[in-house]
């Protein structure tokens, strides 16, 4: 990473990230790389964390994985709410054991919090329970609407990189604006690097990446997807705050309700894919650090390995 001091801070070599946005070749490259180099990939997509959600995630299949050890898929429960604090700990051992045994990690995903807690000196905020079991109640009875207009006038930049549906995220950022008395944004520190570390992003034309967000999408459907979140209902899914709110899975549920057809159901996970993906882009375009590819060039192996070094 290109921050402008001396690196690296902690022990090994370099960490190769592999980021983008959804359905951009991610996956396909992080196998590509790690065969070459004997690396070793630690997933750094929130929510292929969760057990059982496979088909909605794109979650690769263990033949997919070619052989390419792969850590930090499976860890949680779907009645688990994501804490960024716990994954940043699991994925930091994971890359210390990686470097540990000589070989390179590889962090693969599209989650930008996720991966900025890794990579950087990230310190999180405390919590308060009387808070957040108050914000909790307030948005089970009222929905993420009344809150997030709370949070974009006390926050607007915060409001900015937060979908107005994630209610879980604009509970924790209205929690910390009420510990602090700042800005929830001023909690979250200037980058200073955790790793020395290499990244590179993997990015695709906007036609063609909606284009292939509609066949995953199918895929997804034709996969096997009802059958999937049928299971996942029956181990919970609807009481996770995190893991009923994945596109797809909510559109799926509903499905299986009767509330939505899988027409509505389909095309409703489409357009939140699609405003999700232009979220990730705009994320990771912030970081000057990031080198970015084309997904659909032939060369893109090559490149990669070269901007790798």
């Given at each position: ?11 090994g ?6 980021v983008?946005?959804?359905?951009a ?21 929130s929510?292929?964390?969760?057990r059982?959600?496979d088909?909605?995630?794109a979650?690769?299949t ?13 860890i ?39 991966l900025?807690a ?6 999180f905020?405390g919590?308060?329970?009387?808070i ?18 709370r949070?974009?006038e ?6 900015e ?10 509970v ?7 510990l ?8 979250l ?6 790793y020395?570390?290499?990244q ?25 997807l009802?059958?999937?979140?049928r ?6 899914i ?23 057809t ?19 882009r705009?994320?990771f375009r912030?970081?000057p ?9 032939p060369t893109?192996?090559?490149?990669a ?5």
């Amino acid at each position: 990473m290109s921050y402008g001091w001396s690196v690296p801070l902690r022990p090994g070599s370099r960490v190769v990230t592999v980021v983008g946005p959804t359905a951009a070749g991610k996956s396909a490259l992080s196998i590509a790389l790690a065969q070459e180099w004997g690396g070793e990939v630690v997933n750094a997509d929130s929510m292929q964390l969760y057990r059982g959600m496979d088909v909605g995630t794109a979650k690769l299949t263990p033949a997919e994985r070619a052989g390419v050890p792969h850590h930090l898929l499976d860890i949680w429960d779907v009645t688990v709410t994501a804490a960024v604090a716990e994954y940043q700990a699991l994925a930091r051992a994971a890359i210390d054991d990686i470097f540990a045994r000589g070989r390179v990690p590889l962090l693969v995903g599209g989650s930008g919090l996720y991966l900025r807690a890794v990579l950087e000196e990230f310190e999180f905020p405390g919590t308060d329970p009387v808070i957040r079991a108050r914000l909790e109640a307030e948005l089970a009875e009222t929905g993420p609407a009344p809150l997030f207009a709370r949070l974009r006038e006390r926050d607007p930049v915060a409001a900015e990189k937060i979908l107005p549906s994630n209610g879980r995220r604009i509970v924790r950022a209205l929690e910390v604006i009420e510990l602090t008395g700042l800005p929830f944004t001023a909690a979250l520190p200037d980058p200073k690097p955790y790793y020395d570390a290499v990244q590179i992003g993997v990015e695709r034309d906007v036609a063609e990446l909606d284009e292939r967000i509609a066949q995953r999408v199918d895929l997804m459907w034709a996969g096997g997807l009802l059958d999937e979140v049928r299971a996942l209902d029956a181990a919970g899914i609807r009481d996770g705050r995190t893991a009923s709110r994945a596109l797809g899975y909510q559109q799926a549920l509903a499905e299986l309700d009767g509330t939505m057809t899988e027409a509505v159901a389909k095309d409703d996970t489409v357009r939140g894919t699609r405003r999700f993906v232009r979220r990730q882009r705009s994320w990771f375009r912030r970081d000057p650090s990031i080198t970015w590819l084309d997904g659909a060039a032939p060369t893109l192996l090559a490149d990669a390995l070269a901007i790798a070094g």
